[in-house]
């Protein structure tokens, strides 16, 4: 079969009119593609334990996403540093990187947030019409220490606005970031503390580089690396890898 026939096939493998059922079309994305995920029974059991807590009220399914951070952080498992997240919420995230076993016991875990939601201050325009200003308030420092209990000792917080809690707060050389603050001016920030602690082959993910409503955040990062070899880049999940060269 030639390439457009299969690429033809792949969007409607039945060969009709109707459109295909993918094997996963959630959260913005769609595809017939091979997701590793799928048939992972160990993955598909903590993620929806992980779900129960963190999306309560509704049936969200963002595997994709939590399956591309899970891998790109168990491959920064073996890079000198510790790992960092910036914007914890409810530890949904944090929860799955160590449930996967993603980050040894060895390592540190820096968690920093507000634990009261996003400051209505210093938002954008852009961001103030998404409804940023206050918004992942459900979330508090006992909460998500109560969720991560079994990894307590890994543990770091670091709980306050980033603008003053990185000027005390060391994490050392760092292996791995998950970087998701949704705002633009915090966002800033952390880039500029957690980018130079970097080590070599150590990455960053952006959770929300592609969503729309929050552009500003992208233009944040897209002006951080503009004048640096490292090169942002752009997943289909909506979010984002930047390797440190």
Same mark, same amino acid.
């Given at each position: 079969?030639?390439?457009?026939?299969?690429?033809?096939?792949?969007?409607?493998?039945?060969?009709?009119?109707?459109?295909?059922?993918?094997?996963?079309?959630?959260?913005g994305l769609a595809t017939?593609?091979?997701?590793?995920?799928?048939?992972?029974?160990?993955?598909?059991?903590?993620?929806?334990?992980?779900?129960?807590?963190?999306?309560?009220?509704?049936?969200?399914?963002?595997?994709?996403?939590?399956?591309?951070?899970? #891998?790109?952080?168990?491959?920064?498992?073996?890079?000198?540093?510790?790992?960092?997240?910036?914007?914890?919420?409810?530890?949904?995230?944090?929860?799955?990187?160590?449930?996967?076993?993603?980050?040894?016991?060895?390592?540190?875990?820096?968690?920093?947030?507000?634990?009261?939601?996003i400051p209505a201050d #210093?938002?954008?325009?852009?961001?103030?019409?998404?409804?940023?200003?206050?918004?992942?308030?459900?979330?508090?420092?006992?909460?998500?220490?109560?969720?991560?209990?079994?990894?307590?000792?890994?543990?770091?917080?670091?709980?306050?606005?980033?603008?003053?809690?990185?000027?005390? #707060?060391?994490?050392?050389?760092?292996?791995?970031?998950?970087?998701?603050?949704?705002?633009?001016?915090p966002t800033q920030v952390?880039?500029?503390?957690?980018?130079?602690?970097?080590?070599?082959?150590?990455?960053?993910?952006?959770?929300?580089?592609?969503?729309?409503?929050?552009?500003?955040?992208?233009?944040?990062?897209?002006?951080?690396?503009?004048?640096?070899?490292?090169?942002?880049?752009?997943?289909?999940?909506?979010?984002?890898?930047?390797?440190?060269?």
């Amino acid at each position: 079969m030639s390439l457009l026939g299969r690429l033809r096939r792949g969007l409607n493998p039945a060969g009709g009119s109707k459109r295909a059922s993918f094997r996963f079309d959630s959260d913005g994305l769609a595809t017939n593609h091979y997701s590793p995920f799928v048939d992972d029974a160990a993955f598909n059991e903590s993620y929806s334990r992980m779900r129960r807590e963190w999306f309560p009220d509704a049936d969200v399914d963002v595997r994709w996403r939590m399956w591309l951070l899970t #891998q790109i952080a168990r491959q920064c498992s073996q890079i000198d540093g510790a790992f960092a997240e910036f914007g914890v919420y409810r530890a949904g995230c944090a929860f799955m990187i160590f449930e996967t076993g993603a980050l040894p016991a060895s390592k540190r875990f820096f968690l920093f947030d507000t634990f009261e939601g996003i400051p209505a201050d #210093q938002l954008t325009k852009s961001e103030v019409a998404a409804d940023l200003s206050g918004a992942h308030a459900d979330t508090s420092v006992d909460y998500v220490r109560e969720r991560l209990k079994p990894w307590a000792d890994q543990l770091v917080f670091v709980p306050g606005d980033v603008n003053q809690t990185l000027t005390a #707060q060391e994490t050392g050389t760092l292996a791995f970031v998950h970087m998701d603050l949704n705002a633009s001016a915090p966002t800033q920030v952390a880039l500029e503390y957690a980018f130079p602690r970097l080590s070599a082959g150590g990455m960053i993910v952006f959770d929300d580089y592609g969503w729309t409503g929050l552009e500003a955040q992208r233009d944040v990062i897209d002006g951080f690396v503009r004048d640096k070899p490292e090169q942002v880049i752009a997943l289909p999940t909506g979010q984002a890898l930047l390797v440190k060269l």
